[in-house]
């Protein structure tokens, strides 16, 4: 069983607040990544990690940013929530470049 | 990535064997097939993965065709727990190439 985890698993916010998403992971996983949701759609992948100190972008424009300091840990931050920010985000976690990826809980956003 | 096409939903009866298939008609050799599903929003549940041989482990079966232009997922004895969303995904493995792209995938539901 994998162990990722996300908090805070909801959170409601007032627009223009900054927020840090924080996600874990104890597997020594070097890649990590980052994929957001809204309610029945398709999963987007907004930001990926291959290790330390290395981020990329990814297939969805986001204006999140996201830090890679320590293998374990992989925070997303958003400097100035906006109601469109609204959404579910997932952070995953692989071992190797072919095998699983693990999902944690994810984390419910809601901006006012 | 190639594209995958996968029909929205499937109905299954409970202690039935649900298959669900996946056309991947333009994937390359080095490509592979994964599964994933997602129950209710949670975050995604890796399941399997294969290159061209036929797969399986505890929780399901993975049949790629000859020409690997098709696969089916076969879950052989499904239970209303099994009800999800489930994603099929051909990827290139390796190094900085290895993320998931999400599709629609197919909405499985068992049936009592």
């Known amino acids: 069983e994998a162990d990722i985890y996300q908090t805070p698993r909801y959170l409601v916010i007032g627009t223009g607040k900054k927020i840090t998403l924080e996600c874990s992971q104890t597997?020594?996983?070097?890649?990590m990544y980052w994929y957001q949701q809204d309610p029945g759609m398709e999963l987007h992948l907004i930001h990926y990690?291959?290790?330390?100190?290395?981020?990329e972008k990814g297939d969805l424009s986001s204006e999140s940013t996201v830090s890679r300091i320590r293998t374990e840990h992989f925070p997303l931050t958003l400097e100035s929530a906006r109601p469109s920010h609204t959404s579910q985000y997932l952070c995953?976690?692989?071992?190797?470049?072919?095998?699983?990826?693990?999902f944690g809980p994810g984390t419910r956003l809601t901006v006012l | 990535d190639a594209k995958t096409t996968q029909p929205p939903s499937m109905d299954c009866a409970e202690g039935r064997a649900a298959n669900l298939p996946c056309n991947h008609s333009?994937?390359?050799?080095?490509?592979?097939v994964y599964w994933y599903r997602q129950i209710h929003s949670q975050g995604p549940q890796y399941i399997i993965h294969?290159?061209?041989n036929n797969e399986t482990n505890e929780m399901a079966s993975l049949i790629i065709t000859e020409d690997r232009k098709s696969s089916t997922l076969i879950l052989p004895h499904a239970t209303l727990r099994d009800t999800a969303v489930y994603y099929c995904?051909?990827?290139?493995?390796?190094?900085?190439?290895?993320?998931?792209?999400f599709g629609k995938g197919t909405l499985l539901t068992v049936n009592p």
């Open positions: 597997m020594g996983h070097d890649k």
């Open positions: 990690s291959y290790g330390v100190n290395s981020t």
């Open positions: 995904i051909a990827t290139v493995g390796g190094g900085s190439n290895y993320k998931l792209t």
């Open positions: 995953a976690s692989s071992a190797t470049d072919r095998g699983p990826m693990f």
């Open positions: 294969g290159l061209k």
């Open positions: 333009t994937i390359s050799g080095n490509e592979y």
